[in-house]
């Protein structure tokens, strides 16, 4: 069979046609795009071109609601009264999928401007065959973004996610295929997602836990609010330094606004409701290192045109509301280009059927059904005119020459600017690189600063390249804790050396004397004194006992001491106190109170030797006075004391 192709007018013919449209978008009041939107770009067409003159359309509408349930089950309800020649929608990832496997066994065409996913590509033989797509793919938002790390030498990216109940927020729809992507590129990624708790931590750990630990560039797929708040937070964190870049997907399953010229779609950064101006500022600041990433829009004069006779059709009848922002974008746009190439390739086709009928004389009947097998012949691997340029499909009917583009902030204007696309235009399958869009300048990052942003910080990763300048260097703290614990260590063993000794001294009782032991006892009194008296010594240092002892001091003892009993204790002349205790036990407190009164020494005190404890013989042995007691001046009669000197007496006592 010859190639058919499509015819370039929709002109009236003689026969209509019969044929049945199933449109299924979902109605959702704000969602890109809507149901009420694209059913006026669709009775557009129909008024421009007057399809209705040479065709009789069996036209149902339903809403998919971007459900993976409700969606395959309108279409088998559909399908049970009369089967569609064709199914314009759905548009999110999880309607798509159920629908495009039911049509794929009927062959019935599904024309779409949504199934983003490279899952469509990658099983588009085995369970997509007869999808047919018009828009935006992750195909090419995947290459833009590897052709992007890949020029700025980027090999590690973090990929940070909202788990947004909204069914079109399908962040992992749009991360899948690019971490795929990048895997497949050597560039390595991790991923987490965002939850209440972050949000109520102000998004900290995520700063300080997941992004500063071994990325320095992060991929966000959140709403605009959650973005905003998260970068104020990297801001406070000091995180808008120029070696941190953040990367926002901006793109159709996440974005709430597609008018350009709206505010939050110039300035994101500014929130016109934010009282302090501060906030507004610090927002600014920390803008500039963001990077975002969207559709690339139609701005040529061929859409503007477009663009205004749609909306000049709704005002017409009175329809404007039903436009998202009372305008029309890329999606509708698509949707426009998608139908209307059905419609030529379904005249072109119902042509050609007429010409064989006429050729056979109408001797066979063909087959005038334009199934999803005959219209990729007609519109696959193929340039086909387009309401703004030309449409580029490939060989597996997916549009290729629509892709998205990077915007940063520009410092002059402080709105976002586009500054590089993929692929570029005019498109050509030959031109893969990325499109520079501004021959003056690079991406700014910050400060205007479009020097390549390093893999990693410059101090790397939680400042350990550049660690605090300090008296001592990091050795020296080393050197310094070794010899610390070794001084701790020596005082600890000190300490346990001395308590050894101490409780080994205790337990020894060197104080406890035996009356053996004490040799020569006599009594000193009224100056009479025993043959054994002849080797007494001086004792006027405490701690020596000399065996030898002068007649000078022989007779100063005898006209001293008085009431003192005395013994010899290991050569040494010693005192001795007789104390009367029916059973002394020696108990460790004991032995505690004896052991420091052997370790008292003063001058003005007698020296505690020792304990005779035998039950006849209890003395407490002490150091010998040989000029006498306090006792015996004070009861020595000969002794005048004048009242001065009894007070200089109590004075030194109580001292």
């Not at 310094?480 to 300490?495: A, H, K, N």
């Not at 020595?636 to 004391?641: G, T, V």
């Amino acid at each position: 069979m010859e190639e058919k192709t499509i015819e370039t007018s929709l002109e009236t013919t003689k026969k209509k046609e019969n044929i049945t449209i199933l449109m299924m978008f979902p109605d959702i009041d704000y969602f890109i795009p809507n149901l009420k939107s694209l059913l006026i770009v669709y009775e557009y067409i129909v008024h421009h071109y007057q399809i209705s003159n040479w065709l009789h359309i069996n036209f149902k509408v339903t809403d998919s609601n971007c459900s993976i349930s409700l969606a395959p089950h309108v279409l088998v309800k559909t399908m049970l009264s009369t089967i569609p020649d064709v199914v314009f929608g759905p548009f999110c990832d999880l309607a798509v999928a159920p629908v495009a496997r039911l049509l794929h066994f009927q062959n019935i065409p599904l024309i779409t401007m949504g199934a983003v996913s490279n899952e469509f590509t990658l099983q588009r033989q085995t369970m997509y065959s007869t999808l047919f797509r018009f828009g935006y793919r992750t195909d090419e938002l995947g290459t833009l973004l590897v052709k992007l790390f890949q020029y700025y030498k980027w090999s590690f990216v973090k990929f940070l996610y909202e788990d947004n109940p909204k069914p079109w927020h399908e962040c992992q729809v749009l991360l899948r295929p690019i971490a795929h992507t990048f895997a497949s590129n050597q560039i390595r990624s991790d991923n987490r997602k965002i939850t209440n708790h972050d949000i109520k931590d102000n998004f900290k750990s995520i700063f300080i836990d997941f992004i500063s630990n071994n990325a320095s560039v992060s991929l966000w797929c959140v709403n605009p609010q959650t973005f905003r708040s998260a970068i104020l937070t990297a801001h406070k964190l000091g995180f808008v330094n120029g070696e941190y870049v953040f990367i926002y997907l901006d793109t159709v399953l996440t974005q709430e606004n597609t008018d350009e010229k709206s505010l939050s779609v110039r300035k994101p950064w500014y929130d016109p409701n934010e009282t302090n101006n501060q906030i507004n500022e610090n927002a600014h600041r920390a803008f500039e290192t963001v990077l975002f990433v969207r559709q690339r829009l139609y701005t040529g004069e061929r859409f503007r045109q477009f663009a205004d006779n749609i909306v000049e059709f709704a005002r017409q009848r009175n329809r404007t509301k039903q436009l998202i922002h009372e305008t029309i974008g890329t999606d509708e746009t698509n949707f426009y280009d998608a139908v209307v190439t059905y419609f030529k390739a379904l005249k072109s086709h119902y042509l050609y059927r007429n010409s064989e009928e006429l050729i056979n004389n109408n001797e066979t009947k063909t087959n005038r059904r334009l199934d999803a097998d005959t219209l990729k012949t007609m519109i696959c691997n193929r340039s086909i005119e387009g309401i703004n340029k030309n449409i580029t499909m490939n060989q597996i009917c997916d549009r290729i020459d629509i892709g998205y583009t990077v915007f940063d902030l520009d410092p002059d204007t402080e709105e976002l600017k586009a500054v590089l696309a993929y692929p570029a235009e005019p498109y050509s399958i030959e031109n893969n690189q990325l499109q520079w869009l501004n021959k003056s300048r690079l991406i700014y990052f910050i400060d205007r600063n479009s020097t390549f942003i390093p893999d990693s910080p410059r101090c790397g990763f939680n400042n350990l390249k550049c660690p605090k300048n300090t008296l001592i260097p990091i050795w020296g703290w080393i050197i310094i804790g070794l010899l610390s614990i070794i001084v701790l260590l020596l005082i600890l063993g000190f300490i346990l050396y001395r308590r050894a000794k101490f409780e080994a001294e205790l337990k020894s009782m060197q104080w406890l004397i035996k009356w053996e032991e004490l040799s020569g006892r006599t009594l000193l009194h009224n100056s009479v004194a025993t043959p054994s008296f002849h080797k007494l010594s001086l004792s006027q240092k405490r701690s020596s006992f000399s065996s030898n002892h002068s007649d000078d001091s022989d007779t100063d003892v005898r006209t001293r001491q008085t009431f003192t009993k005395t013994a010899f204790y290991k050569s040494s002349l010693v005192a001795l106190k007789r104390f009367y205790k029916t059973k002394l036990e020696t108990t460790r407190a004991l032995q505690l109170e004896v052991k420091a009164m052997q370790d008292l020494t003063h001058d003005h005190i007698a020296r505690f030797i020792g304990i005779c404890i035998d039950p006849k013989h209890q003395y407490i042995v002490t150091e010998y006075c040989p000029k006498g007691s306090l006792q015996d001046i004070l009861e020595n009669d000969e002794i005048k004391l004048d009242t001065m000197f009894k007070h200089s007496i109590m004075h030194d006592i109580v001292k």
